[in-house]
Structures are given as structure tokens and as C-alpha cells.
């Protein structure tokens, strides 16, 4: 079945010891997404890639980055975790932008702590 | 900037009756999409439902039905005839017809089903 894998389930790290979220699809979409969603919150947009261009949201801290190498693979990279930076991260795809039915598709999640 | 608010934090329903979760949200645009999303215990976000702000007909999926009130930003979801397997947590989310892909969403509803 077409999906959004993310790998992995559960990642611990060390405060400030960089670390790298993966999600892979097999659905072919142009775009890509990074949300965070803390305990209790609402899932917030990191950014976006639509194919390779990189859109990042205003508010997200620099600490956080994304790569996209090819149309299949992103990643979340997080340059020096904070204790607040522990939360479910969460991959999204969509076919494209703007349409009502360019729905986004998740991926499980990969829930971070950071130590 | 736009905000979506559910105020229901917990809501609980007996097998086979109906619920209706509520979300409210705030916008200045005329044109945008509203979802819910549901997420079941460590299970990805899916799809439940979609409306466009310019059809005032309300959708329906299968079990599933919004009342949209667009003069009152409100976006509630009924689950009718409820089953054990719609227990998880929902998410209503806006979406900018003109601004990409962004979802903004709000707190989220958990829901139980007792049986």
C-alpha cells in the first residue's frame, strides 16, 4: 500500500546532540511537511517542501532544518535539542497545493525525547 | 492569522448513539477549506471529512456529517450510530484556498466510546 513511513517510531537523544527524523512515501507527491505537535497541542507546521523548494515558517527556530535529496525522502534535522524540543513529530504528504482535495496524508509520527 | 478553536477537550459517547464535537474558527479570508482529521492511539492522522467554504451544502461521509455555519466560523462534526472504533482524538483544521498547503489546527477533541 502507498504511504508515509517515518522512522523512527521513537527516537531518544541527549540535550544538544543533533538529531535526524526520517519519513519516506511511496505515494509520488510533490510535497512534503514537518509538523510538531507537543503533548496536548495541536500539530504546528515546521515547514514544507513543494518538490525541492524549501518553505519555511516564520515562527519556526533556526535550530530546526529540513533536506529533501530526492522525491521520496525528507528529513527533520535538529541541530542542538532543548528539552523543549520534545514532542511527536509528524510527516505529511500532499499531491499538491491549494485544491480542496490535495488532502494531506500522515505518517505515523516519531515521538522525540530529548534527556 | 487565522485560529481554530475546540473547546470540548473530552467528549464520551455510547455505542450507537450520536456526538457532535464543535470548532469554531477565525479568518478574515472568503475562501478556505475546513477538516477534521482523526487520530486514533499511536496511529497516524486520516482524512474524516471536508468542506470548502464556498458550498454551503454540508458534506457527509457515511457516518459523518458536518453542520457549517460560515457567517458564524463554526465547523462542528456529528458521528452517528457511534462505534468503538471512532475512540480517538480529532483534529478540525483550516486550510487558506490561497496561502499552500498549511494546516492550522486546533486543540483537538479526545473521544471515547463506551460500549
Known amino acids: 500500500d502507498a504511504m508515509v513511513i517515518q522512522n523512527p517510531r521513537y527516537q531518544v537523544t541527549q540535550f544538544g546532540k543533533p538529531v535526524t527524523l526520517s519519513c519516506s512515501q511511496t505515494?509520488?507527491?510533490?510535497?512534503m511537511y514537518w509538523y510538531q505537535q507537543k503533548s496536548s497541542q495541536a500539530p504546528k507546521l515546521l515547514f514544507h517542501?513543494?518538490?525541492?523548494?524549501?518553505?519555511n515558517e516564520a515562527d519556526t527556530p533556526d535550530n530546526f532544518q529540513s533536506r529533501r535529496p530526492n522525491t521520496s525522502f525528507c528529513f527533520l534535522d535538529i541541530r542542538s535539542p532543548g528539552l523543549g524540543d520534545a514532542a511527536m513529530y509528524l510527516c505529511?504528504?500532499?499531491?499538491?497545493?491549494?485544491?480542496?482535495?490535495?488532502?494531506?496524508?500522515f505518517g505515523p509520527g516519531t515521538r522525540l525525547t530529548v534527556l | 492569522a487565522q485560529t481554530v478553536t475546540q473547546s470540548q477537550p473530552e467528549m464520551s459517547v455510547q455505542e450507537a448513539e450520536t456526538v457532535t464535537l464543535s470548532c469554531t474558527y477565525d479568518?478574515?479570508?472568503?475562501?478556505?477549506?475546513l477538516f477534521w482529521y482523526k487520530q486514533p492511539p499511536s496511529r497516524q492522522m486520516i482524512l474524516v471529512i471536508r468542506?470548502?467554504?464556498?458550498?454551503?451544502q454540508n458534506a457527509t461521509e457515511n457516518r459523518f456529517s458536518v453542520n457549517f455555519q460560515k457567517a458564524a466560523k463554526s465547523f462542528s462534526l456529528k458521528i452517528s450510530d457511534s462505534q468503538l472504533g471512532d475512540a480517538a482524538m480529532y483534529f478540525c483544521?483550516?486550510?487558506?484556498?490561497?496561502?499552500?498547503?498549511?494546516?492550522?489546527f486546533g486543540q483537538g477533541t479526545e473521544l471515547s466510546v463506551k460500549p
Open positions: 468542506q470548502e467554504a464556498y458550498k454551503q
Open positions: 517542501y513543494y518538490d525541492k523548494d524549501f518553505n
Open positions: 479568518t478574515s479570508e472568503s475562501d478556505y477549506y
Open positions: 483544521a483550516y486550510r487558506s484556498a490561497n496561502k499552500g498547503g498549511k494546516l492550522i
Open positions: 505529511a504528504t500532499s499531491r499538491d497545493l491549494g485544491h480542496l482535495y490535495n488532502e494531506q496524508f
Open positions: 505515494l509520488n507527491h510533490n510535497v
